[in-house]
């Protein structure tokens, strides 16, 4: 009988892990008996995009969930996704169908828990709420750890207790999975941690010495290595639970890396080319708009220059107008414009452009001539040292064909690491990113996979994506099974080894 562990770990980076795995005995070990390298993320590398495609072996524009988590609005804690995408359609649920026995903890945005062969728990993300099990009754022996919630946003000097708080709630849950997996009969265990994905996120530039707001040897240099030895604990925990015959994959949904340092204001390249109307009507300095634009981007780069960005955030919320500032419209009316820069992938180097077919038609452009104009006015920016700011630009047809494609914006592309996406007008096409202090570490394209150990089997490369994590569950847990019931998406990356 074949058994399999899956832990997924947010954020996790293949590079960064490689770094540190002379020192990771769990990590290395599972390596060296099976498989440790990069998986292929979805795009956007976006957490919520990203688990659903790995639970359901769907791309984005087939399961239709595009949401991204800003931890700058607002608005973030009552931000929830219609579970009816997914629910009944993962991979548990399928090994469920199966007959196989599935102990689930944790898997993102996967709330309120359902019906399984076995149990599930979970928590919400950023909604209020408990942490809820499948049967409701299903761990009453058990203290239950604190699910989902990712509602944190560490200033400077908090940082310490935050790193803390961080690693005793995720060896919670760590250690509440580990002993229904000693007490109860599984196949499929699948749990997720979310807080590596945090650490990088506000940690980086403390560990990162390229990074330009480095600050110098400092107290939090050791955390990014301190949490990945961390996690090796927890892995070692989670073997000892499972005991010998179990494969562990350890799988992440995106990358992670520095996050950029400088932005390229999209809609400011969009309005020199026509493409894109300002709001500001008639002479420019007599627009309050402007001014408050001009005087908001001052403001941020000040702080930012002075090290004061955590006060920033402390005022913003005083003074009514900032809250309006951050909608990304502010400056610009989608409606009046051929083209705007989405908001859909952050600030990131990642992204996607707006072209509205109902302008086109007022102004009688055609609307593919259009997407090839600006795709061919993204290649063709540089920068001062001459190299492209866009690593590519497409239709989004080209690299998408499912029932939702219209969920992403009609161009996308990816920069170079250095550039963030960023929506202000009336600034340089290029600028320092004023709050790169606050969050240093970003998403990036490639993921992780450790798998081991994989006895007579082996990984077929070329098929490493994300979306075959769920084919590639159910083959193996099915290989020894008689149902032979084909997965709902994707190709299984793993095969039994030719004799
Ligand atoms: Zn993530």
């Known amino acids: 009988m074949k058994r399999l562990v899956i832990i997924g770990m947010d954020g996790m980076d293949w590079p960064l892990l490689e770094r540190f795995l002379p020192r990771l005995p769990a990590f290395s070990r599972l390596a060296a008996s099976g498989y440790g390298g990069e998986l292929e993320a979805i795009f956007p590398p976006d957490s919520i995009p990203s688990w659903i495609s790995i639970f359901t ?23 929830s996704v219609d579970t009816g995408a997914f629910r009944g359609r993962t991979f548990w649920d399928e090994a469920s169908r199966a007959g196989k026995k599935v102990i689930v903890v944790n898997p993102l945005m996967a709330f309120p828990p359902w019906e399984v062969n076995g149990i599930m728990a979970s928590g919400p993300v950023f909604i209020s709420g408990e942490t809820a099990t499948w049967p409701g009754s299903a761990a009453q022996e058990l203290e239950l750890p604190a699910l989902g919630g990712i509602v944190d946003f560490p200033d400077q000097k908090d940082l310490a207790g935050f790193y803390d708080k961080t690693r005793e709630e995720t ?31 506000f940690f980086w530039r403390y560990y990162d010495r390229e990074d330009p707001t480095y600050p110098g040897p400092n107290r939090h240099e050791d955390r990014v290595a301190d949490f990945h030895l961390f996690l090796d604990k927890c892995v070692e925990r989670l073997i000892e639970a499972a005991g010998e015959d179990a494969l562990f994959m350890i799988i992440s949904d995106h990358g992670h890396a520095r996050r950029p340092p400088l932005l390229f204001n999209l809609n400011q390249l969009l309005m020199e080319n026509g493409l894109l109307e300002s709001r500001i009507r008639g002479p420019k300095l ?101 190299h492209p700011c866009f690593l590519w630009a497409r239709r989004r047809e080209e690299m998408f064909a499912g029932p939702f494609i219209n969920r992403y914006p009609d161009i996308l592309y990816e920069m170079q690491p250095r550039y963030g996406t960023n929506w202000s007008l009336h600034l340089p096409l290029i600028t320092l990113n004023p709050r790169h202090r606050k969050i240093s570490g970003g998403h990036r394209k490639n993921s992780v996979l450790v798998a081991g150990p994989l006895q007579n089997w082996e990984v077929v490369p070329e098929k490493l994506t994300s979306l075959n994590i769920a084919a590639s569950a159910l083959s193996w847990l099915e290989s020894g099974a008689e149902s032979g019931r084909p997965p709902a998406a994707g190709e299984s990356f793993l095969r039994r080894k030719a004799k």
């Open 57 to 79: 072996g769907l791309d984005p524009s087939h399961h239709g969930i595009l949401e991204t988590i800003d931890y700058f609005k607002k608005d973030a804690r009552e931000f």
């Open 171 to 201: 060896y919670a849950i760590v250690d509440f999975t580990a002993k229904l997996m000693e007490r109860r009969p599984w196949d499929l265990t699948f749990v997720t941690l979310l807080t590596l994905d945090r650490i990088l996120h």
């Open 286 to 386: 007599l627009s309050p708009r402007y001014h408050v634009e001009r005087a908001k981007n001052f403001t941020l780069e000040t702080l930012h220059r002075l090290d004061l960005e955590d006060l920033s955030y402390k005022f913003a919320h005083l003074f009514p107008w900032t809250r309006k500032l951050k909608r990304k419209d502010f400056m610009t009316s989608p409606r009046a414009n051929l083209a705007t820069a989405s908001g859909f992938g952050g600030t990131n180097p990642f992204g996607g452009i707006d072209v509205s077919r109902q302008r086109c038609r007022e102004e009688g452009v055609e609307y593919e001539e259009l997407r090839d104009r600006i795709i061919g006015l993204l290649l063709r920016q540089v920068d001062k040292e001459g």
